[in-house]
């Protein structure tokens, strides 16, 4: 009961309050609690791996919604300890109403995705992931201008119209068990069990609808477009949630069909399509953050790459399959400390151009540090945890003989770390045009620092000695797409 | 019945392909919205359940008279009433808008052969949707690509009558009140754009490209 109570009865408590009270501290105090009490439920869920909902209701909590709802509450709150800072130091008058609105969205986006989290049917996710995208208008939309009007407009349209796809394919895995189960209730559950016994014709239509309008909002391309301007154009917090925990809400509702097709004769034709659209993703994302001359945009094309790579995973599955779940956990760590420290750089230079960011080191040391840790935290260097998903991924590859996509994979992971290693390094080293920069506020460690640099060193012990609590639920998670290793 | 109102439907479609003006797309969500809520209507004739009028009667307050009084609202509030022409009027969208119609149509008819589905509701639906698209490829103003996203909505909800799939009424209504706010959401952020930005005339987000 208090389980459920910490899942959701205590975040639409926190919205209500955030919108009720005008002290922001307070609404500060309440978020972190309510995000505090959301994360020890999700962690009791994932090594319990108990459901804590009764049986039968539309809601419940498997392993594999546990092991989400971990990275949903980690990352919020993370986001939540890094918000005072932020809100601080965007002063006037302008930005008063977005303040306002900030904690009561970020307590509403909390509820939202635990919703898409919990809910076991078909039909009712399609409607609760539309409230995901909701929660994040007031969020995206926070500096008022006209480009995060834009991003908030393509987001919202662009997102709206790839869940529109989605209800088709909801329609159609209807169809699909029309005179096998009672497809009317469109339960996870029950679907899965027939899942032999569904129409394949059907149920192909509808796995192509899902991916295509669920790839909207993890932003696989070639739907990426509205996901890569919301996140470069929304405030550092929003950004590291939108990387770091959307997506993965978006990537299980995936999942969750997937779980059906995985059970039929189809499955080989969702995992080429997988495959197809994760190298694809990766291919976009090595052209464009080559190209790039916005760190934020870079970030947000680096997300498109590590979506890619789980899409890639799922799709390979066995061994992959768990490089693809470890490597959503450890991508939302390391999206955290790049968004944070990228928010600070932005405060400091008031650019988001790379061009722009000279200095970095003499100017911001501890971010430059957190920063520069971070960008080998994301292309994969040992010993941080990318690196060991991507080498689970890799394993995949191997035993599946896919030496076409293992080949493809390198070459695109070798353009991207070039790429990326470019333009990281000269922000850390680019001297000033003037030949001696007054540097006028030393930067001193703060909170962002601590939790940049916990973010990206959380994830070495985790992967190198594979804790039970979480490995054993993984393995669940694996068990119920019928992987065993 | 059911046929003589997706045919209505399909009609509308036909109807939109040759205005320009912003008041006619509101109508024409008028009248789909009263055509999708009497779909739902008739199925209680045959079926005695009262949800069917339930969502008939959310179907008929949200989309056509929530929706579209919001659409006019911000018509008025951004002065666009008068000379409300989302562009000049083209001949080759009126062609086009056929060939989707016709397509449609054809489709359905194939995909009737192997497996159960109603061809004229199933027809429209998919017309519908694909009208609904091409409206918003063919018009770059804002309230236009909203009005073809309501298209688009009208015709999945037609969609589901046309392959027979029912959906427990609780998720109807949950989903109509998704598509309002929604519709809300981006008529807010119109309303910024014009507010904030008088120099946009709606069709001008292209900023942000890499």
Known sequence: MITIFALLVLPPIATVFAIWSSSARANQRVTLLAGIAHLLASLHCLVSQENPFPSGWWLAVDPLGGFFLTILSHTFVLVVLYSPSFLQRTQGAEYDHSKRLFYPALNFYLLANTLVLVVQQFAMLWVVLELTTFSLVPLIFFY?????LEAVWKYLFLVSLGLVFVFVGVLFLGISARGVSDYTAFIVSRMTEAAPQLNPLWLKASFIFVLVGLSAKIGLAP???????????????????????????????LLRFYQVVGRTDIQPFAQKLLIFAGLLSIAVSAIYIWRNRNYKRLLAYSSVEHLGIIALGVGIGGVALLGALLHLLFNSFGKAALFFMAGNIHRSYGSREIEAITDLQRRLPWSAFVWGL????IVGTPPFGIFFSELFVLRGMIHAADWLSLSLFLALLMVIFIGMSRAMLRMLHAPSANSAPAVVDRERLNLSHALGFYAVAASVPLAIFQPPALFDSLHAILAAFGVKL | MINVLTILFCLTLIYLAVTTRLSAYVLILVLQGALVAGVHALAFFSDFSWSHLIVAAAVLLVRTLLIPAYIVKIIRQLDMGHGDRTRRYHPGFLVQMAGVVVGAFLISHQLSRFTPVNVIPFGAAVAGIAAGGLLIVRRRLLLAHVVGFLIIENGLFLLGIGV?????????????????????LMGIAINQLKSHFPEADGAELTALQD
């Open chain 1, 223 to 253: 739907m990426h477009p509205g996901d890569v301007d919301a996140t470069s154009n929304a405030p550092a917090p929003v950004a590291a949630l939108m990387a770091g925990s959307l997506r993965s809400t978006a990537v299980l509702v």
């Open chain 1, 374 to 377: 971070a960008f080998l935290y």
């Open chain 2, 164 to 184: 027979q799939a029912q959906m427990p009424w609780m998720i109807e209504v949950a989903g109509l009140l998704d598509l309002f706010v929604l519709v809300f």
């Open chain 1, 144 to 148: 008022r201008t006209k480009d995060s």
